[in-house]
T-cell receptor
Framework: QKEVEQNSGPLSVPEGAIASLNCTYSDRGSQSFFWYRQYSGKSPELIMSIYSNGDKEDGRFTAQLNKASQYVSLLIRDSQPSDSATYLCAVVLTGANSKLTFGKGITLSVRP | SAVISQKPSRDICQRGTSLTIQCQVDSQVTMMFWYRQQPGQSLTLIATANQGSEATYESGFVIDKFPISRPNLTFSTLTVSNMSPEDSSIYLC?????????FGPGTRLLVL
């Protein structure tokens, strides 16, 4: 089992819809979780971090963490064409001392 | 956050040669990481470079192939030695100012 897994994608949603991106992780002791957005040809950009169970909202973005089920998700409300990018889930595994383990990423396409 | 610059931004190299990539940060940071992102893939950690100590390499990466220097808290270099076409990738440095990891713009390397 891979340490951090994301749906293979790609994911396509119409403009204005909610995009739901999911990520599961294998290390039950993990405490830090991140979502990065990467536009084509650019480096990853942090959009959300979450450390506690529950929801964390920032503008149109909501991160959800469920440590019991070992999943973290990202919801993008009112999706815009400018949200079209690859979204990378990243986890700091137990004892990793800030080192991130990334999922493979999922490419989101928002149709105008 | 942190402002990170990398040099060169891109390069085309011949097999068998070496390239040194520089990473400069606008503030002092203890933890610095070097990642590789092969075409169409996610990020893979090469090594952790902390000032005042030898770099720590991840499984599959060795110092002879990827020597790293970290002379101070704002600067690091990664050398890709004896390059082959399989080394064609984006190389990214990242730093962790306060629990959150930020990435440089990357160096796009093509080995012919």
């Amino acid at each position: 089992q891979k340490e951090v897994e994301q749906n293979s994608g790609p994911l396509s949603v119409p403009e204005g819809a909610i995009a739901s991106l999911n990520c599961t992780y294998s290390d039950r002791g993990s405490q830090s979780f991140f979502w990065y957005r990467q536009y084509s040809g650019k480096s990853p950009e942090l959009i959300m971090s979450i450390y506690s169970n529950g929801d964390k909202e920032d503008g149109r973005f909501t991160a959800q963490l469920n440590k019991a089920s070992q999943y973290v998700s990202l919801l993008i409300r009112d999706s815009q064409p400018s949200d079209s990018a690859t979204y990378l889930c990243a986890v700091v595994l137990t004892g990793a001392n800030s080192k991130l383990t990334f999922g493979k990423g999922i490419t989101l396409s928002v149709r105008p | 956050s942190a402002v990170i610059s990398q040099k060169p931004s891109r390069d085309i190299c011949q097999r068998g040669t070496s390239l040194t990539i520089q990473c400069q940060v606008d503030s002092q940071v203890t933890m610095m990481f070097w990642y590789r992102q092969q075409p169409g893939q996610s990020l893979t950690l090469i090594a952790t470079a902390n000032q005042g100590s030898e770099a720590t390499y991840e499984s599959g990466f060795v110092i002879d192939k990827f020597p790293i220097s970290r002379p101070n808290l704002t600067f690091s270099t990664l050398t890709v030695s004896n390059m082959s076409p399989e080394d064609s990738s984006i190389y990214l440095c990242s730093v962790v100012p306060q629990e959150t990891q930020y990435f440089g713009p990357g160096t796009r390397l093509l080995v012919l």
